[in-house]
């Protein structure tokens, strides 16, 4: 990671879960490329932006796949309004890229920090719920059906 990272990982964002925080970390390095070709100047980032956004949708979406399907294997009781969560995300930022594909007004610095500060505060609330959760009830990984993990899919 570098020093002028948009977005830092910190062990306090740990959800305790390899496999989860590995994936947080790789959004987290999506935010940062993302905002590091927001310094290349408006055209330059819009440019950079056609490239990229797909494949770090697309990865949201498969993480998002693969925590679903960890919070409900679990029998999460926050599961219905962590999946919830997901799918609003899911619409906004997909609502936000149909706006840049389509010439609309698009601000590449602030979809960025919005990033930013939803995956953060997700992590950091949301995600610590069902961590909590599964400490509390002693699961862990060993107690999930290792297929659920296989049928998430690619990145």
Same mark, same amino acid.
């Given at each position: 990671?570098?020093?002028?990272d948009?977005?830092k990982?910190?062990d306090?964002?740990s959800?305790?879960?390899q496999l989860i925080?590995?994936?947080?970390?790789?959004?987290?390095s999506?935010t940062n490329?993302?905002f590091?070709?927001?310094?290349?100047?408006?055209?330059?980032?819009?440019?950079?932006f056609?490239?990229?956004?797909? *494949?770090?949708?697309?990865?949201?979406k498969? &993480?998002? %796949?693969?925590e679903e =399907? +960890? /919070?409900e294997e679990?029998?999460?009781? *926050?599961?219905e309004?962590?999946?919830?969560q &997901?799918? %609003?995300f899911?619409v =906004? +930022? /997909?609502?936000?890229v149909?706006?840049?594909?389509e010439?609309?007004?698009?601000?590449?610095n602030?979809?960025?920090?919005?990033?930013r500060?939803w995956?953060l505060?997700?992590?950091?609330?949301m995600?610590?719920?069902?961590?909590?959760?599964?400490q509390?009830?002693?699961?862990t990984?060993?107690h999930?059906?290792?297929?659920?993990?296989?049928?998430?899919g690619g990145?």
């Open positions: 990671m570098d020093d002028d948009f977005v990982w910190d306090k964002y959800v305790g879960i925080d590995d994936q947080h970390k790789e959004l987290i999506l490329a993302l590091r070709g927001c310094l290349a100047g408006p055209e330059e980032a819009k440019a950079y056609s490239e990229t956004i797909q *494949g770090a949708v697309d990865y949201v498969y &993480h998002f %796949s693969a =399907k +960890i /919070l679990i029998k999460f009781p *926050g599961y309004n962590h999946k919830s &997901h799918k %609003s899911i =906004k +930022i /997909l609502t936000d149909r706006s840049f594909e010439g609309k007004k698009f601000v590449p602030a979809f960025v920090r919005y990033l500060d995956i505060s997700h992590i950091a609330v995600d610590k719920q069902y961590a909590d959760y599964m509390q009830n002693n699961i990984l060993g999930i059906n290792p297929g659920i993990l296989a049928k998430s990145a």
